[in-house]
């Protein structure tokens, strides 16, 4: 069973970059089996996903957001990144990463890891 | 971007009480909604996808339906656990997007 961890610093200075890592176990990051996302909730409020990569082709991302995201696979460590560049206190969420399954399984989130906050502040 | 329009915001109930929660599409998506419970504090779990496929281990009070772009959750019979905040998501076209949120509380 696949279980996602998210990691990475709980407070961003604005105009700095946002680093997270989600490490997976229980599986592996390069198995075809899932395409690997991230996804984030301002508090209070509802979700918005960020984007998405997989083992082969470009990753895909929110056009909100695409100028500032890069997503990507650390395969000798089985996780994967989210960058988010020049952030500003709206950037202030709980950042999750999610699987997605491909072919038939493809489009809901399931697992998820349990969430990570990070505030971005002076 | 395809907007999902949730209804009502909160929803006031008791252990028991059958309540439906409404999502409707801004435009055609077929059945490619999911529907998740969210606890404070917690990541959101999956219960449904394509519209009314429930995920394994998910009680069978909850069940999924649609109507054009109009879709539907609804627990037929209430129990403690279920007060939470439920979102759907559509998985139609990028980017995927979801509900602003059903605020399940007890009455």
């Known amino acids: 069973q696949v279980q996602l961890q998210e990691s990475g610093p709980g407070l961003v200075k604005p105009s700095q970059t946002l680093s997270l890592t989600c490490s997976v176990s229980?599986?592996?990051?390069?198995?075809?089996?899932?395409?690997w996302n991230w996804i984030r909730q301002p508090a209070g409020k509802g979700l918005e996903w960020i984007g998405r990569i997989y083992i082969s082709g470009d990753p895909d991302y929110n056009p909100s957001l695409k100028s500032r995201v890069t997503i990507s696979m650390d395969m000798s460590k089985n996780q994967f990144s989210l960058k988010l560049t020049s952030v500003t206190a709206a950037d202030t969420a709980v950042y999750f990463c999610a699987g997605e399954g491909v072919g038939p399984l493809e489009g809901w989130f399931d697992p998820w890891g349990q969430g990570t906050l990070v505030t971005v502040s002076s | 971007d395809i907007q999902m329009t949730q209804s009502p915001s909160t929803l006031s109930a008791s252990v028991g009480d059958r309540v439906t929660i409404t999502c409707r599409a801004s435009q055609t998506i077929n059945n490619w909604l999911a529907w998740y419970q969210q606890k404070p504090g917690k990541a959101p779990k999956l219960l449904i996808n394509?519209?009314?496929t429930l995920k394994s281990g998910v009680p069978s009070r909850f069940s999924g339906s649609r109507s054009e772009t109009d879709f539907s959750l609804t627990i037929s019979s209430l129990r403690p656990d279920d007060f939470a905040t439920y979102y759907c998501q559509q998985y139609h076209t990028y980017p995927y997007t979801f509900g602003q949120g059903t605020k399940l509380e007890i009455k």
């Open positions: 394509d519209a009314s």
């Open positions: 229980g599986g592996s990051v390069i198995s075809g089996g899932f395409y």
